[in-house]
């Protein structure tokens, strides 16, 4: 079983839309969540930390359920610009320190 | 620009050569990271530093790859007798180091080797 899953999609929406997207960790030391942004060929950027509040930036917002050990994304009035590959991240400390990424869930949004 | 860079963009290379990568981090960044990325799939730890000292190392990471950070600022990744295998984007990310410890990218160094 992977350290952290996602549906790898692609999720085709039209613009406007609202596209939710989960993500699972199976290790319980897993300390600190967020959710990049990739675009083809460029690199991962960051989206936004994950808070067991719940949080909030403009149309996205992000949650986090340590009892059940997943991740969501929400996105709101879909743009085109949208369209990326969204990686869910989970930073570990077992002892030593580990970064590990999802494999990514592709967005497509069209007009 | 003060973001994270790395050197060169791109590598073609014969199997069984040696390359370096070079990564420069975001200045005062404690912790500095790599990654590798194949198509379709997320990037994959390899290592990390705390300023120079490397505390963590994937099992991915074999003994044809070395990571130095000698003063702890840039760092560089060696591949000894490159495999193709060895074919991915290398991406190195730095981070404040602080409880949050956000990562910031460069734009990566894709390797190919033929």
């Known amino acids: 079983r992977k350290e952290v899953e996602q549906d790898p999609g692609p999720f085709n929406v039209p613009e406007g839309a609202t596209v939710a997207f989960n993500c699972t960790y199976s290790n319980s030391a897993s300390q600190s969540f967020f959710w990049y942004r990739q675009d083809c060929r460029k690199e991962p950027k960051l989206l936004m930390s994950v808070y067991s509040s719940g949080n909030e930036d403009g149309r996205f917002t992000a949650q986090l359920n340590r009892a059940s050990q997943y991740i969501s994304l929400l996105i709101r009035d879909s743009k085109l610009s949208d369209s990326a590959t969204y990686l869910c991240?989970?930073?570990?400390?077992?002892?030593?320190?580990?970064?590990?990424f999802g494999a990514g869930t592709r967005l497509f949004v069209k007009a | 620009d003060t973001g994270v860079s790395q050197n060169p963009r791109h590598k073609i290379t014969k199997r069984g050569q040696n390359v370096t990568f070079r990564c420069d981090p975001i200045?005062?960044?404690?912790?500095l990271y790599w990654y590798r990325q194949t198509l379709g799939q997320g990037p994959e730890f390899l290592t990390y530093?705390?300023?120079?000292?490397?505390?963590?190392k994937s099992r991915l990471l074999s003994d044809r790859f070395s990571a130095e950070r000698p003063k702890g600022s840039f760092s560089t990744l060696e591949i000894q007798r490159t495999e193709q295998g060895d074919s991915a984007m290398y991406l190195c990310?730095?981070?404040?180091?602080?409880?949050?410890?956000?990562?910031?990218f460069g734009p990566g160094t894709r390797l190919l080797v033929l």
């Open positions: 990310a730095s981070s404040p180091g602080t409880v949050s410890d956000t990562q910031y």
């Open positions: 991240v989970v930073n570990l400390d077992t002892g030593g320190f580990k970064t590990i």
């Open positions: 530093f705390q300023n120079e000292a490397q505390l963590e």
């Open positions: 200045s005062e960044h404690n912790r």
